[in-house]
């Protein structure tokens, strides 16, 4: 099924979105430095009984990237409410990894978007977080949006490469590079790891008592971005929340084990 590609202005930005498939809502909300294209092994599957909306983060994938954006958790909780409206949506299923997991749980507690049910895949939602190359690249933006281009894509697919467990494809690789090359692209990369900031997770930390929504962890064992012991806290942070961990499997459960996410959907949304 052909998916519609329509767009959206947040602010005066454009921002790509996609809606694909037939059934109740399904939300679907990518992390960094990712793209909606990270779930593109599961689309097909659930299409076919759920109407997938995507859409790429301000900053990320084929939404807008310009100089000085605010690419910010701060402000990707209020796009997603935007797209609610837009999308005229009421309480869909949701289905977050990594920062889209923050901006779920934002979304969710200062905005007031409600869910029927919230699955998070390695979400970044307790400090402290964030990698010794992500506090570097903090104190040294304009020297690495300067890098030489073929030093950049050195690093871009190191950095890529450490999120999964398994060796990724070429196929992914450059599905997952594409939009970070380029003047604007290797530019926009550095700029949304500027503005990498626990305070906006701090922010939500107090309030994760009072989602109202059930919640499925999902979190790969082998994770080195966010390890799943950082998983078992959230899991009492979340009332009622379920817990799966995910062998032989990454930060990126969606290369490692896509079959673990498809069969944890499986038993919510049916």
């Given at each position: 099924m052909a998916a519609s590609r329509l767009g959206f202005h947040f602010e005066g930005q454009f921002v790509h979105t996609e809606v694909?498939?037939?059934?109740?809502?399904?939300?679907?909300?990518?992390?960094?430095?990712?793209?909606s294209r990270v779930w593109r092994r599961l689309v097909p599957h659930l299409q076919h009984w759920r109407r997938v909306h995507l859409f790429d983060l301000l900053g990320y994938g084929r939404s807008a990237k310009r100089a000085e954006q605010d690419v910010s958790l701060g402000v990707q909780n209020r796009l997603l409410a935007a797209l609610f409206a837009h999308w005229r949506l009421e309480a869909p299923d949701v289905l977050a990894h990594d920062f889209g997991g923050t901006t779920a749980l934002r979304a969710h507690l200062l905005d007031g978007l409600d869910y029927r049910s919230l699955t998070l895949v390695d979400p970044v939602v307790l400090s402290p977080w964030g990698s010794p190359f992500v506090q570097h690249v903090r104190r040294h933006e304009e020297a690495f949006r300067g890098l030489p281009p073929y030093l950049h894509e050195a690093l871009l697919r190191a950095y890529l490469q450490d999120a999964a467990w398994r060796p990724l494809s070429e196929e992914a690789?450059?599905?997952?590079?594409?939009?970070?090359?380029?003047?604007?692209?290797?530019?926009?990369?550095?700029?949304?790891?500027?503005?990498?900031?626990?305070s906006y997770t701090d922010e939500i930390a107090p309030l994760l008592a009072r989602v109202r929504c059930p919640v499925q962890l999902l979190w790969g064992e082998r994770d080195s971005w966010v390890p799943i012991a950082r998983g078992r806290e959230l899991q009492t942070r979340l009332p009622g929340a379920t817990l799966t961990p995910v062998a032989e499997a990454g930060h990126l459960v969606q290369e490692d084990a896509p079959e673990a996410i498809a069969a944890a959907l499986e038993q919510v949304l049916r």
């Open positions: 694909v498939g037939e059934g109740p809502p399904l939300v679907a909300i990518h992390g960094t430095p990712f793209s690789l450059e599905t997952y590079c594409a939009p970070w090359r380029g003047e604007v692209g290797q530019a926009g990369f550095y700029r949304q790891i500027a503005q990498m900031d626990q």
